[in-house]
């Protein structure tokens, strides 16, 4: 390899570490080559859905049963919250029906 391809190398790697990605290799299958490749691109996005996938994977990994209350913590965190809604509905007879 020349000089100039290794400079070249070294600049696009500094560059990816800047963005804070990092190049590295992994050993599988060759039939789940294209997956991996989908999920390192999609954890190298710096957006929610990365963080969930990110999540969803550690879990998966980890082989901790999943918590409890998930469900009351996510209720909890919504924006209505406080909110003092009125949820009550008007109680109706209905119709009459000739039978």
Known sequence: ???AQRRAIQ???SRLG???L???EVLGRDADRDLIRSIARRLAEDTPEASE???TVSKSISGEPPRKGGI???LRR???VGADL???RPREEGRKVKI
């Open 18 to 20: 800047e963005r804070g």
């Open 72 to 74: 009351l913590a996510a």
């Open 78 to 80: 919504s924006p209505l």
């Open 22 to 24: 990092a190049r590295f």
């Open 1 to 3: 390899m020349s000089k």
């Open 53 to 55: 996938l990110r999540a």
């Open 86 to 88: 009125d949820l009550t």
């Open 11 to 13: 600049n696009y790697r």
